[in-house]
C-alpha cells in the first residue's frame, strides 16, 4: 500500500482511514471525505492524535467525488448503510424497508461515482456494518452487472457472500464478498471488486 | 505563519525549520504538508498533513505533532516518570520528585516540553522554580497535556 493515492470515500470518524495511512507507513496519499462537518472533528482528532501526515480531508459527498480531478489506485467505500440488530437493541423498531432500500439507493450511487475515479487496475474495497442483502450482495450483483466490475477473492474470515437470495440468483463471483455474522464481533459485509478488462 | 512558528519553538530554546512553502493554512489553522499532498491539495481543504497549531487574537496554539517535532530538537525538556506522566496527562502539575531528567533551560518562568521515559512528548508547561534549587515543590505547571484529546471529544458531545 506504500506511495499508493487511496480514496476513503465516507472517512469519518477516521477509524479506517488511520489503519490505511499505518498500512501506507505515512507515505502516498489519502484523500478523505464526509458530509457531515460535526463528524469531520472526530475525523480530524483521530488524525491529529495517531500523527497521520499523509491525509488531505474534505467535506465533500462522496457522490461529487469526480470533482476532485484525482484517478485513485484504491478506493475504500465505508458507505453509510442501516447498520444491524448487533449494535442496535432497537434496531428492529427503528427501521423499516423503505429505509434500507433508500440506503441501497445511495450506496449505488456512490459506487456509481467512485468507478470513473479509480484507476484502470485500481482496486475498490466496499464495505457496510448492514447484514441487510440489499446493501451488501445484491448490491454488488449489481455493480457487476450495471458498472462492469468484478469481485476478487479476500483474504478474510467470514463467510462467502450469498448468491440466492429473495428467490433471485446473483452473478456467481458474488460468493468472492464475505459476509461477517454476528458472533464474535459485530456483523459486516465486504467486497473487493475491480474494474473487468474490456 | 512560519514566523510564529518559529518564535513559538523559540520559547523553548530551539530552533525549528519549515519550508513555507510546505505551510498551508485554512481560516486561522495551519497545516505542514508534503510536496506529494501539494499537487493533490485544493483551496477548500478541511484539514491537511501535519496538524500544526492555530493562531487565536495574534496568539499561536500548537498541536501535539508541532510539539513533537520541537522535541526532537535541543528544546528545554524534562523527563517524567510513570505516575507522574499520568498524572501530567490528566491536567495536573509536576513535582520535583517526578522528574526523572531534564535538560535546556531550568531556569523560573521558561517553558519547557514534558515527555515519558519512552520519549514521547506528552506536552509543555513552565517551570515555577528554578529546577536546581528545589527538591519537593510543585516545579511545572502545566499549560497543555495529550488528555485534551479526550477533553476535546468530550466538550463536543457537550456542545453537539
Known amino acids: ?198 | 505563519m512560519k514566523t510564529a512558528i518559529t518564535d513559538f519553538a523559540r520559547r523553548f530554546g530551539a530552533r525549528i525549520d519549515l519550508v513555507e512553502r510546505l505551510i498551508v493554512s485554512r481560516k486561522n489553522r495551519h497545516y505542514l504538508v508534503n510536496s506529494v499532498l501539494t499537487q493533490l491539495l485544493r483551496k477548500d481543504f478541511y484539514y491537511a498533513g501535519i496538524y500544526l497549531g492555530k493562531t487565536k487574537d495574534a496568539k499561536f496554539f500548537p498541536s501535539f505533532g508541532l510539539l513533537s517535532m520541537i522535541s526532537k530538537t535541543n528544546a528545554n525538556r524534562i523527563v517524567v516518570d510513570a505516575k507522574t506522566a499520568w498524572l501530567f496527562v490528566c491536567g495536573r502539575d509536576i513535582f520535583k520528585t517526578g522528574v526523572v531528567q531534564a535538560s535546556g533551560s531550568r531556569k523560573k518562568d521558561a517553558q519547557v516540553l514534558v515527555l515519558n521515559e519512552n520519549d514521547e512528548c506528552l506536552g509543555f508547561g513552565k517551570i515555577l522554580h528554578n529546577l536546581d534549587k528545589t527538591k519537593t515543590q510543585v516545579v511545572i505547571k502545566n499549560i497543555l497535556d495529550i488528555g485534551d484529546f479526550l477533553r476535546r471529544e468530550r466538550h463536543a458531545r457537550t456542545d453537539g
Open chain 1, 1 to 198: 500500500m506504500q506511495n499508493k493515492t487511496v480514496l476513503d470515500a465516507c472517512a469519518a470518524p477516521g477509524g479506517k482511514t488511520v489503519q490505511l495511512a499505518d498500512l501506507m507507513q505515512n507515505s502516498g496519499a489519502i484523500v478523505a471525505l464526509d458530509i457531515d462537518k460535526r463528524r469531520l472533528t472526530a475525523l480530524t482528532n483521530h488524525l491529529e492524535r495517531c500523527r497521520v501526515a499523509n491525509t488531505i480531508v474534505y467535506l465533500m459527498d462522496a457522490r461529487k467525488a469526480t470533482g476532485l480531478n484525482i484517478k485513485f489506485s484504491r478506493i475504500l467505500l465505508d458507505v453509510p448503510c442501516s447498520g444491524n440488530f448487533a449494535t442496535d437493541k432497537q434496531w428492529f423498531s427503528r427501521r423499516t424497508l423503505e429505509d434500507v432500500e433508500r440506503n441501497a439507493q445511495l450506496q449505488r450511487e456512490i459506487l456509481s461515482e467512485t468507478v470513473n475515479i479509480v484507476k484502470d487496475d485500481g482496486e475498490i474495497v466496499y464495505s457496510t456494518c448492514s447484514l441487510e442483502p440489499e446493501e451488501d450482495e445484491l448490491n454488488i450483483d449489481w455493480a457487476i452487472k450495471n458498472l462492469h466490475l468484478q469481485t476478487e477473492p479476500i483474504e478474510c474470515y467470514g463467510e462467502k457472500g450469498l448468491t440466492n437470495i429473495f428467490g433471485k440468483t446473483l452473478d456467481p463471483s458474488v460468493e468472492n464478498c464475505r459476509r461477517i455474522w454476528p458472533s464474535q464481533t459485530q456483523g459486516f459485509f465486504v467486497a473487493k471488486l475491480k474494474k473487468r478488462k474490456p
